[in-house]
């Protein structure tokens, strides 16, 4: 079984809708992240999660929302959708015991029509 | 603030030809440095990580140096498989406070030709 789920893989949406990303994990790690990734551009940081109570803004955070709802549990939503957040969006999971590996789910395809 | 900069390809190759993928990197402190690959249609994964100067990293074949005097974390690999073509990043690890975030760089697309 996958350390690092994500739900949906691969969705299609339409713009001004919302949708929300779920991202679960059993590595029992405190800190999640959640990135997109573009074509030649990387990976780049939305937010992240220290513990249940701490959310942190990350580089291009404009336009998403998100929600830890339990240690293993961290949500990424976007409340009007727009045809530039089409991408792939990863989650990853760390932890201080790991020293900082992240470990990544296998990623979820948004495309916003 | 920290960034990765990162060879820029694509960058294809015959098998068993010899791999260079050059890092270089902008931090302040001590930070750790990793190689992660992607291969097509998954998630990342750690290849290699090095956390303080002159330490080697290696796996599967590949090694990476982490070079303090020139801010580099080139990542080597002495003959090439198929089974390497995939998207290679670098990234570095930096502590301030209580945060650790990683900073990727732009990612090398690598493809091995039969």
């Known amino acids: 079984d996958a350390d690092v789920t994500q739900t949906p893989r691969n969705r299609i949406t339409k713009t001004g809708k919302r949708i929300m990303l779920e991202c679960s994990q059993t590595?029992?790690?405190?800190?999640m992240y959640w990135y997109r990734q573009d074509p030649g551009l990387g990976l780049q940081l939305i937010y992240y999660s220290f513990d249940v109570k701490d959310i942190n803004k990350g580089e291009i955070s404009d336009g998403y929302s998100v929600s830890r709802q339990a240690q293993a549990k961290f949500s990424l939503s976007l409340e009007s959708a727009i045809p530039n957040q089409t991408a792939l969006y990863f989650c990853?999971?760390?932890?201080?015991?790991?020293?900082?590996?992240?470990?990544f789910g296998p990623g979820t395809r948004l495309t916003v029509l | 603030g920290n960034s990765v900069t990162q060879m820029e390809g694509p960058v294809t190759l015959s098998e068993e030809a010899f791999l260079t993928i050059n890092c270089t990197y902008t931090?302040?402190?001590?930070?750790?440095l990793f190689w992660y690959v992607q291969y097509p249609g998954e998630g990342l994964q750690l290849l290699l990580k090095?956390?303080?100067?002159?330490d080697k990293g290696s796996n599967k074949g590949f090694e990476a140096t982490y070079r303090k005097e020139t801010t580099s974390f080139h990542l080597e690999k002495g003959s090439v498989q198929v089974s390497d073509s995939a998207v290679y990043f670098c990234?570095?690890?930096?502590?301030?406070?209580?945060?650790?975030?990683?900073?990727f760089g732009k990612g090398t697309l690598l493809t091995v030709n039969p």
């Open positions: 990234a570095l690890g930096n502590s301030g406070g209580s945060n650790y975030k990683l900073t």
């Open positions: 931090a302040t402190g001590y930070p750790s």
């Open positions: 990853a999971t760390s932890d201080f015991a790991s020293n900082n590996e992240q470990f």
């Open positions: 590595k029992g790690h405190d800190r």
């Open positions: 090095a956390t303080k100067a002159d």
